[in-house]
């Protein structure tokens, strides 16, 4: 696996993939509180994501 992959995705005890919501970097004025309070939570990484993530 490429480090950069690695330093965004989180493997946890039971072997999940999670990953942090997109668009939280920066520029928050322009974004609803509900998006941003939704967006705050890890995303897990499944399916083709995983395999193209896992295979690179």
């Not at 946890?12 to 998006?35: C, D, E, F, P, Y």
């Amino acid at each position: 696996m490429k480090k950069s992959i690695s330093k965004r995705i989180h493997i946890t005890k039971t072997g999940k993939v999670r990953r942090r919501a997109m668009t939280l970097g920066h520029s928050r004025i322009n974004k609803r509180t509900t998006q941003i309070k939704r967006k705050k939570n890890t995303r897990s990484l499944e399916g083709v994501k995983m395999n193209k993530v896992i295979n690179n």
